[in-house]
């Protein structure tokens, strides 16, 4: 059985369609990422999910029980916010364990469970402290604490690294896996940041405008993205989108502006037709310097180089068109110069210009 | 710029003012302090030095003490109502309903009248003969007659408790309503998610929020009580039987109803004395409060 079941879920705030029409089925220990920029409904749907908003129509299900008109309390959810939430003037221990003390769980059993969230969280040290007295990071974890030690059905978490600084976002992003890891437990987890959704995901729904664009684990949303606004947002950067069309015979893609050749596959000849408009998406990571002995497919005029660790980013343009190729620090041209390069035809995603949707592979 | 001038130019700047505060704060204040030692009469000649004469016999006499029990329960009650009535409406106002707003400007108008005017309004409901509140009670059945509300020693100052309280009940409740605002939506949806009641809610997440305004609101409350002269002397002038006779009402009937400027200048001074103590608590309270932020 499902541990959560999103059904037909919608809202509407007036005249604005908020969410139109979410089904998503969790399976027990999954960890579901809801990716999308602001605005796309999805923290309204975490809120739905804990209660804390009636959905306008559409069921949540937990353990396969109907949520409808179930007060949060009662929900088996437990939620971590951005902003972590935490009671000024209670201490940590307090914090951690008030959802045990409002459901009038013993104190002894109740000191025992902040003890051991404490543990697992490694703030034993902090417990009598007050939020205040905290760091972002810190007030963080005994936000999750919180939430840990109700041992809940389900986790919701809202955007939970958002607040913190980009050393410590990481650090924490890998303390939640880990967790998750260790606990099996099922987490809902909202955020607009891809890299956090690859990272943690056992699943990703992105959403746009209050629907769900393409749900999949990430190998599949990062390597199969179904559309161009889901290609757009994942990778850092993205994929290369470059227009262009189907060559007469069929055989090629000639991108606009020209100083491009990707031979397509035969199993895509039919789908695309010869003269057909078509974007070609190829990833930075999948373009390669071409060896003097291949024939290049692609070439580019450098304008810029950018040195980011393990790999160089070599940014320029190819008939008008921006590209972004990821390369070896020890393949990076000079700026300024062409640039010759190689896609792997089967590396290359075919989308539809008019719909956005991608043709399938 | 040396901070020498910085200081000089500050002072410089300031000297307008402070010669305006010392003509109309300083010098009859260290005059009442010179009447306070004589037994000067508002008219007439000037009166003769007469040292702790005044203060003895206030201190001594059934007069000051009588007025000093009073205001102490006109301040209590009055201002614990307020407190209680102005959350009670702030938490009331803070939720989602249609015409919030419109309830919200609804309820600055008792504030928002001068007090002579509201005490005018309730002496008509307080009337004894054709009153609201008489008309109301017997038509409902708790009062079989009419009474005299503001005639009787046993219900005058109950009844001015309660109009001061209308009045002044809307101040809290803004000052209590903008704390409650204050309050983070996160922490309000937190306390539900962990299952918190209306009485847990308010005193873990909302109570941290509204102790310190309050707190505030509590002092200037009480020193305003403690002064408290005009809505009674529009509506009982300390009567009947001295039943509402406050300190400041004593002080104008000593000075100017028995012409007693000696002996009124020193009770003023021993009212001031008693609101400074409340007021230093205030600026102590908003240093606290300060240096937390």
Not at chain 1, 331 to 337: E, F, L, M, S
Not at chain 2, 197 to 216: D, E, H, K, N, S
Request: proline content about 6%.
């Amino acid at each position: 059985m499902s541990t959560l079941e999103i059904a037909a879920v919608t809202k509407r705030f007036g005249a604005i369609d908020t969410l139109k029409g979410i089904d998503i089925v969790l399976e027990n220990g999954e960890f579901l990422v809801l990716l999308g920029p602001s605005g796309c409904g999805k923290s309204t749907l975490l809120n739905i999910i804990a209660g804390l908003l009636e959905p306008s129509g559409g069921d949540i299900l937990i353990d396969g029980r109907s949520m409808r008109k179930v007060h949060p309390k009662n929900r088996d959810i437990a939620m971590v916010f951005q902003s972590y939430a935490l009671y000024p003037n209670l201490s940590v221990a307090r914090n951690i364990g008030f959802g045990l003390e409002m459901r009038k769980v013993p104190k002894a059993e109740r000191e025992e469970a902040v003890r051991r969230a404490a543990e697992i969280l490694q703030i034993e040290p902090l417990l009598a402290r007050k939020p205040a007295e905290l760091s972002g990071g810190q007030r963080q974890r005994v936000a999750i604490g919180r939430a840990l030690v109700r041992d809940p059905k389900v986790f919701l978490f809202d955007e939970p690294l958002s607040n913190l600084d980009a050393k410590l976002r990481t650090e924490m992003r890998t303390e939640l896996k880990r967790l998750h890891q260790k606990l099996k437990a099922t987490i809902v987890y909202v955020t607009h940041d891809q890299v956090e959704a690859m990272t943690l995901a056992t699943r990703i729904a992105v959403m746009r405008e209050g629907r769900v664009e393409q749900i999949g684990t990430p190998r599949e949303i990062y390597d199969h993205p179904a559309s161009l606004y889901v290609a757009s947002f994942m990778g850092s950067p993205p994929m290369n989108l470059l227009e262009g069309r189907v060559s007469a015979n069929g055989d090629s893609f000639e991108a606009e502006g020209g100083s491009c050749f990707i031979p397509i596959p035969a199993a895509s000849r039919s789908t695309l037709g010869p003269g057909r408009p078509v974007i070609a998406g190829i990833k930075p990571e999948h373009l390669a310097p071409a060896r003097s002995d291949t024939r290049s497919t692609l070439s580019m005029d450098v304008e810029v180089v950018e040195l980011t660790g393990a790999e160089t980013l070599v940014i320029g343009r190819t008939g008008g068109q921006t590209l972004v190729a990821s390369v070896k620090p020890d393949d990076a041209p000079a700026i300024g110069t062409p640039f010759a390069l190689t896609a792997p035809a089967d590396h290359v995603r075919w989308f539809d210009p008019d719909s956005g949707k991608a043709f399938p592979a | 710029m040396s901070s020498a001038w910085i200081t000089t130019r500050a002072w410089l700047l300031m000297l307008p003012l402070l010669i305006v505060m010392i003509a109309i704060v300083g010098w009859p204040m260290v005059d009442t302090v010179r009447l306070s030692f004589t037994d000067t009469r508002l008219v007439g000649t000037s009166g003769e030095y007469v040292g702790l004469a005044n203060y003895a016999k206030l201190l001594t006499g059934n007069a000051f003490l009588g007025a000093l029990r009073t205001t102490a329960v006109f301040a209590v009650f009055s201002v614990a109502a307020e407190m209680t009535l102005g959350v009670l409406a702030a938490l009331l106002l803070d939720q989602q309903f249609r015409g919030r707003s419109f309830v919200r400007a609804l309820m600055i108008l008792p504030w928002a009248l001068p007090t002579v005017v509201n005490a005018m309004l309730w002496r008509l409901i307080y009337n004894p003969e054709y009153g609201a509140l008489n008309s109301l009670l017997t038509q409902l059945g708790i009062l079989s007659e009419y009474r005299s509300w503001l005639g009787e020693p046993g219900t005058a100052l109950w009844a001015i408790v309660a109009a001061d309280c209308w009045k002044n009940f809307p101040l809290v409740a803004l000052i209590a309503l903008a704390a409650l605002q204050a309050v983070p939506r996160d922490i309000k949806a937190a306390a539900v998610v962990d299952g918190a009641g209306a009485f847990a809610r308010f005193r873990f997440v909302l109570w941290p929020y509204l102790a310190g305004p309050l707190t505030i609101a509590l002092v200037l409350r009480t020193i305003e009580a403690f002064k408290v002269f005009d809505i009674i002397w529009v509506m009982t002038r300390g009567g009947p039987v001295n039943s509402t006779r406050t300190l400041s009402i004593l002080v104008y009937q000593e000075a100017f109803s028995f012409q007693r400027a000696g002996s009124g200048a020193s009770l003023a001074l021993i009212v001031t004395l008693i609101v400074t103590v409340f007021a230093g608590f205030y600026i102590a309270l908003m240093r606290r409060s300060g240096s937390r932020a």
